[in-house]
DNA sequence: TCAGACAATGAATCTAAGG
DNA sequence: TCCTTAGATTCATTGTCTG
């Protein structure tokens, strides 16, 4: 695996390699404020009693690893905020984090998240296409887990990248609640006795949302429960860095083995669709200075009832407001905000056209030059 | 509203009447162990700063009402404690509880379910089909709402009517993401302005799934949080007895004339599929000693590939294995198991039927007497 | 009467840059 | 840090109006 570092200030990061230990002691030895992301999926307090599953005595294969034995919630608890406070630490102040747990234990991480300032922007249900069945009747089938999406406190800013999801589903907003179908067939990593090699291994799929959601090209993913790489085999797929940590080896020689054979992606392919937010920011006044309207010049409002002209300093007059077009525009149409970029039209060649047309033409010539 | 008492001991409940106050100072009046289900839709804290305008300039009625408004989340946490700790004691000790809630509070309510010994059965995802989108698309439309169901401890039993869900999802086990409109329309209660009467009314379908499954007819459901009192009317449709408890006086109101209004179904529909488990165990022997197979009749598998003979003792035989009707058809198939009520068929009038025909033959013969 | 346009609305932690 | 201003942003469903 390529490891580079990125210096910040005194200290750098071990970028793309996946430490072995506590993550706890690992995440201490990080710098503060040094990552864009946390993706956790932090052990499943499952409690699963042997005698319950199977009266047979036979192998459970489930859940029930030593690293998932905690006798009590306050221990969960504790172990909850130690590993949270690390990962607070280490998040960049417009960072974010996700977390995944089930019924069992994300209302500790839920809680916990709360208490220690995150701010929670969306829960998010996966919805698995074809979860196991409850074969004993007793309960509704668990068809679902549990991702909480926080950022770093109240008011911080996020990275979300709105149009790109808009785009992964057809045009319509991204939901909270996403269909994907679990880890199976050949993106199921096994051992050499052909056993699944981590009990839960997340499917790619779900990290790939995540990731095209909340993070850009070059960001840093700090994974604490790494397990057998899911995140980090996506995050370099996407062209992020990602920073491991394992406490199990035989799970980091299996996470190492699939991060080197990932490809990352052409970097034409990780461009994804922005918002307008993210475009320059044009002043009405430009318009005028280039001579793409003249002083003097008649604008139309969206419908035809208004009628405003342009003044030589960019901005608009008519007998009941002067202002900016977005101020003229609210005025005239008794509304608490208005845009005037689509609200008003020019007439060219007896073609009535939104001045939004303008600023396009002003935006393609400033990436030009 | 027609109120009847059942008498417990020395006290009685006040069924079917909405009680005024405080939910914790009502339930203190409550006996132990006296409610089959608790069902809790309480105040989500939701925390809002300023208005919220859409698109087309129009203002989102938000909730903004006092009653969800709390200083921090320890002001909140102490309430939530205070009414899961009576409502626990008022439940019986076989019962259950049900609590809704979002992101805002779900975490709070979960970790403190769990603080409290109740014990997790399914965490229950509403998908709403129609929520509200995100209008400045900023996180991910908030498109669903979590519900939790417990026990009262581990280990407890609890109504579960597994058969009964199954039915209502068309043959295949109930899951634990429930899609379902939000409520509108007719079933909206609207105030003498059209205003809404009740800023967070829950749909109908949703209180009917979750007494379908977790509750039998003759029940008592205790809502602390009764709102206008869907879980009331649901409960009276449904022939369970409810006793609601709200703070306001309007929404008490609102809520008794719309009770008023509902009328029990008939008994025979509010019959369910019964958990197979639940039904008499019938031992294929009976069917011989009740003369509906006789021993040396030929039997024939599903698909017609095999046959094997009755004996008089309830066992099969064929050439290749002799035993019980599940042990022989699991021997023919090569397979670990075989349910032999519907693998095994006998001819009448040569009409070829499953034996689990005679079974429910048996068990309705048991019923009558 | 019916089709189609138009309006209303739902548990919402809903902006960002620049002065 | 506060205040002002630019200007970006919606889905499913139901009810009402219009032609």
Same mark, same amino acid.
């Given at each position: ?106 209302? /500790? ?40 999406? +926080?950022?770093?406190?109240?008011? +911080?800013?996020? %990275? ?36 699944? +090699?981590?009990? %839960? ?45 394992? /406490? ?45 309207? /003249? ?15 342009? /003044? ?54 400033? +990436?030009?030059?």
């Amino acid at each position: 695996m390529t490891t580079k570092s990125k210096s910040r200030g005194a200290a750098s990061l071990p970028l793309n390699s996946v430490l072995s230990g506590d993550c706890v002691a690992q995440m201490r030895k990080l710098p503060d404020e040094s990552v864009d992301l946390v993706f956790a999926d932090p052990p499943y307090n499952l409690q699963l009693k042997g005698e319950l599953m199977r009266p047979d005595n036979s192998r459970v294969d489930a859940v029930d690893d030593d690293w998932d034995s905690f006798d009590s919630f306050k221990t969960y608890d504790t172990f909850t905020r130690a590993w949270l406070k690390q990962a607070r630490r280490v998040l960049k102040p417009h960072g974010g984090i996700w977390v995944i747990g089930s019924y069992h234990n994300v209302f /500790r991480l839920g809680a916990e998240l709360q208490n220690q300032g995150f701010w929670i922007l969306n829960d998010v249900v996966w919805r698995k296409s074809n979860p196991m069945p409850n074969f004993r009747g007793k309960r509704l089938t668990n068809a679902h887990e549990t991702l909480i999406w +926080a950022s770093k406190s109240e008011g +911080a800013k996020y %990275t979300f990248n709105y149009e790109a999801l808009k785009a992964l589903n057809e045009g319509v907003q991204m939901r909270s609640d996403w269909v994907l179908p679990i880890c199976t067939g050949n993106e199921r990593l096994k051992d050499e006795n052909g056993q699944k +090699a981590h009990p %839960t291994q997340k499917p790619e799929s779900l990290l790939h949302r995540v990731i095209l959601g909340t993070t850009n090209p070059g960001d840093v993913i700090l994974d604490p429960f790494f397990g057998t790489g899911t995140t980090g085999a996506v995050a370099k797929a996407m062209g992020r860095d990602f920073i491991g940590i394992e /406490r199990e080896a035989e799970y980091r020689r299996v996470a190492e083995a699939r991060i080197a054979q990932v490809r990352t992606y052409d970097s034409d392919a990780l461009q994804v669709s922005t918002s307008k937010r993210a475009e320059p920011r044009v002043a009405f006044g430009v318009l005028v200075e280039r001579g793409m309207l /003249r002083p003097g010049e008649v604008l139309h409002s969206l419908g035809g009832r208004h009628k405003a002209r342009v /003044r030589a300093d960019g901005t608009l007059v008519c007998s009941e407001a002067k202002g900016s077009i977005h101020q003229v525009g609210a005025q005239l149409e008794g509304a608490p905000s208005c845009n005037g970029w689509t609200y008003w039209h020019f007439k060219r060649d007896g073609v009535t056209v939104p001045i939004d047309l303008l600023r396009q033409q002003v935006r393609a010539e400033m +990436a030009e030059g």
